[in-house]
């Protein structure tokens, strides 16, 4: 395993620094730009592109440590330089890729998925990026380095990772979260994973300021996307994605976007495999944002010629609800690499999205609904072939966001009218009333 390496490197190919990985470092030193962790490709090069498939499906959900989750199913390609008995790992990845025939039937199109990344430990895709991250923190403590803590800013799901991972193995956690704006279940999992949690009177961004603050001169390690490890876990997706295709390309792929780095990572995966020969062709990527927090959309109707953050407002996507996402230059070099779009999402048509997708089989979360209601908006817009093979990843669990889908069947989500809700009918224990309220239902 030794001989495969990776290292960070600047992401302005110009500068051309590069740092060891078990360095505590988020942006180079030299020019100040993001980092990205870079592969020794011509090591990986000696494997043929069969060979690496080979790999990769014996190892998939099997048993032997850690290989059976996705993720460190392939090491090689995502971080090497971890020993395997220091590897913190819940078995992430291989989650189910759902055919959604029936919603696709219903808007004439026979070829749509969704890629269900919620379906994990802690229900959101989080949990592949931050094993490699807590991971790698692992290594390094056993290498004798002080690492006090982890720490992140977080709209929940991050929170949530960060938590568990580290409760996994026994190094501090702490969270900061934007007071009242995560869902119940996002705050009750670091609170019930042992972390420290910071609740403060801001919104993401003004958290994310103060824990890169905290964490640069307090020697803290940042769990941040902008801490590309996690980046080298979510890339899996792609590969994962591919994988369950039996090694075909979709056509299109849509991802809900808010501080940009999963679909950064999303892009990645797929240029490794190309350059490793596995796959001959990329898919087009769509990002869909929020309406009420949406900088990528603005800048791509401007052909990206310029990127401006901006103050987000409150979003039933809270996860998203970032201004100033902190991979922007990263995914706008993605996105123009595989022709990709940006759309945007309303808060009513994000809710009224998840709600008649749910009604073919699923349970879909708040920025799932916002990938999807693009996907409808640019079905709309005759963009997609009706035989285009697309995939939409869902973002996290349904479940995490109970009050979002309770208040929709309600019709309590402030200004959204409920197209599809479905309230619970209020009835006497009596035989006449409920076969009256079923016949009436049914339609008999
Ligand atoms: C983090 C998160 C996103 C956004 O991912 P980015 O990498 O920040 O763009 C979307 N959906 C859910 C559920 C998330 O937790
Ligand atoms: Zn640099």
């Known amino acids: 395993m030794s001989n495969y390496r990776a290292w960070f490197s600047c992401i302005d190919e110009n500068c051309g620094e590069t740092y060891p990985l078990n360095e505590i470092i988020y942006r180079c030193r030299k020019c100040g730009n993001l980092l990205e962790v870079t592969h020794d490709i011509d090591t990986l090069k000696e494997k043929s592109a069969q060979e690496w498939k080979d790999i990769f499906d014996n190892r998939y959900r099997r048993q032997s440590w850690p290989y059976g989750s996705s993720v460190w199913g392939k090491k090689e390609w995502v971080c090497p330089y971890v020993e395997d008995n220091n590897i913190v790992s819940m078995y992430e990845g291989a989650t189910n890729l759902f055919w959604a025939e029936r919603f696709g039937r219903q808007i004439g199109m026979e070829d749509i998925w969704i890629k269900m990344c919620g379906n994990s430990h802690t229900g959101s895709f989080k949990d592949l990026g931050m094993t490699v991250l807590v991971s790698v923190v692992n290594q390094m403590k056993s290498e004798g380095k002080d690492v006090p803590a982890v720490a992140c800013a977080s709209t929940g799901d991050t929170s949530a990772a960060l938590a568990a991972y580290c409760a996994s193995a026994g190094i501090p956690a702490i969270v900061f979260l934007p007071k009242d704006k995560v869902s119940i279940a996002q705050l009750v999992q670091p609170i019930s994973n042992g972390a420290l949690v910071l609740s403060l009177d801001t919104d993401f961004d003004g958290c994310m300021e103060m824990v890169q603050r905290v964490c640069t001169e307090n020697n803290i390690y940042l769990a941040n996307s902008i801490n590309s490890l996690r980046i080298e876990g979510q890339k899996t997706i792609s ?76 979003t039933l996507a809270n996860a998203i609800q970032i201004g100033n996402p902190v991979s922007v230059n990263k995914a706008i070099r993605i996105l123009k690499e595989f022709d990709g779009i940006v759309e945007q999402a309303s808060e009513v048509e994000l809710s009224n999205a998840c709600a008649l997708v749910d009604r073919t089989g699923t349970f879909n979360c708040p920025h ?56 619970p009918v209020e009835l006497p224990a009596d035989y006449g009333a409920v076969t009256d309220a079923i016949f009436k239902a049914i339609g008999h």
């Open 239 to 314: 590969i994962e994605l591919c994988q369950q295709f039996d090694w075909e390309v979709p056509d299109w792929i849509i991802i809900p976007g808010g501080n940009l780095g999963n679909i950064s990572a999303l892009g990645k995966g797929f240029l490794v495999m190309k350059e490793l020969g596995l796959i001959d062709k990329l898919p087009r990527l769509v990002c869909a944002q929020a309406e009420h927090a949406n900088p990528l959309y603005l800048s791509y109707l401007k052909n990206f010629e310029e990127f401006h953050p901006v103050k987000a407002k409150t």
């Open 368 to 423: 799932t609904g916002v990938a999807l209601a693009a996907f409808l908006k640019l079905q709309e817009r005759k963009i997609f072939k009706p035989s285009d093979r697309i995939v939409i990843i869902s973002t996290a669990h349904g479940l995490k966001f109970v009050e979002f889908k309770i208040g929709y069947h309600k019709g309590e989500l402030e200004g959204v009218f409920s197209k599809y809700a479905n309230k």
